[in-house]
């Protein structure tokens, strides 16, 4: 049995901003403006992070009048984590396997 980790999950939240974002949301729901505040980053650039955030699964949109909240969906992170563990006890169970040369 072939253990697999979501790799495009995993270049997802492998940019560092992205990764701010995703901690961010994990503490609260926030909007645009919070978010730009928070990281420093230009509202353009915060944006496609979002969008790619938001296409990857990672987060759901809430309409606010004329904001937008984004709040994180932690059973993907969950998800992911359950893969990882998979791989360890994978590799915990199989430490001493050794294919021969």
């Keep these: 049995m072939v253990m697999s980790v979501d790799t495009d999950l995993l270049r997802v939240l492998s940019d560092p901003l992205r990764l701010r974002i995703v901690t961010l949301l994990a503490r609260e729901t926030l909007c645009t403006t919070h978010l730009v505040e928070e990281t420093g980053a230009r509202q353009t650039n915060l944006s496609n992070h979002l969008k790619v955030l938001r296409e990857a699964g990672l987060v ?6 004329r904001f ?5 969906r932690p059973e993907v992170l969950e998800a992911l984590s359950g893969q990882f563990a998979a791989l360890a006890a994978t590799a ?6 050794k294919r021969s040369c």
């Design 68 to 72: 937008t909240y984004y709040r994180l």
């Design 60 to 65: 759901d949109t809430e309409p606010c009048g």
């Design 92 to 97: 915990r169970a199989n430490a001493d396997t």
